[in-house]
């Protein structure tokens, strides 16, 4: 059974830091493209940061490119989201998911989600 769990978001201060983690089970994560997008209230999901099984390479979103870092540990089988400089624009519940196109925009499985929400 595929899953992904999610962890590490949590309330932070504009200009703080958290590291989301994703946990793989069922499947091996270093065969699949994966990614993370997130969804506020009231707002379409938005895909923010994916790499690529193949050869590591990144994509981030304008939105948060030079403040996030996505990377993976293919062998604690997870998938990780340093996210700097946080802004309250940040505020939403972010996923992680299989990018089974490569273009981080259809995403595949994903987990529950976690919450970050970022205000002072």
């Known amino acids: 059974q595929v899953q992904l769990v999610e962890s590490g978001g949590g309330l932070v201060q504009p200009g703080g830091s958290l590291r989301l983690s994703c946990a793989a089970s069922g499947f091996a994560l270093d065969r699949y493209h994966m990614g993370w997008f997130r969804q506020a209230p009231g707002k379409e999901r938005e895909g923010i940061s994916c790499?690529?099984?193949?050869?590591?390479?990144?994509y981030y979103a304008d939105s948060v490119k030079g403040r996030f870092t996505i990377s993976r540990d293919n062998a604690k089988n997870t998938v990780y989201l340093q996210m700097n400089s946080l802004k309250p624009e940040d505020t939403a519940t972010y996923y992680c998911?299989?990018?089974?196109?490569?273009?981080?925009?259809?995403?595949?499985?994903w987990g529950q989600g976690t919450q970050v929400t970022v205000s002072s």
């Open positions: 998911a299989t990018d089974p196109d490569s273009t981080c925009t259809l995403f595949g499985s």
């Open positions: 790499i690529s099984s193949i050869d590591g390479s990144t």
